[in-house]
């Protein structure tokens, strides 16, 4: 998987894959933030904003979606990490 954040677009091997703009924004934040364990929360404030009337639910929705279109096994995630009590984290 690569991203251009220049261009806006996310590859899996040479396929450019199709994401919503919140799917692109949710992805920088957790690349930008690599290594690091995020809670829902903080993705909801930080992609989503402080007014947004959404649950932390959908943060695993979003998540659910972006491991669907890039992890080459979404259910042995490799760059997405769910990290059991906290949130997520970006391993790659």
């Not at 924004?25 to 402080?50: F, T």
């Not at 649950?55 to 769910?82: C, G, M, Y």
């Amino acid at each position: 998987m690569r991203v251009d954040f220049r261009r806006a677009e996310a590859y899996r091997g040479e396929e450019v894959v199709e994401l919503s703009a919140k799917e692109f924004k949710l992805l920088r934040y957790l690349i930008e933030h690599r290594g690091a364990a995020l809670s829902r929360d903080e993705l909801l404030n930080e992609v989503w904003g402080y007014d947004a009337a959404v649950s932390t639910r959908t943060v695993d929705v979003h998540v659910a979606w972006l491991r669907q279109k890039l992890e080459p096994n979404q259910r042995h995630p490799q760059f997405i990490l769910t990290i059991h009590g906290r949130g997520y984290k970006f391993s790659g």
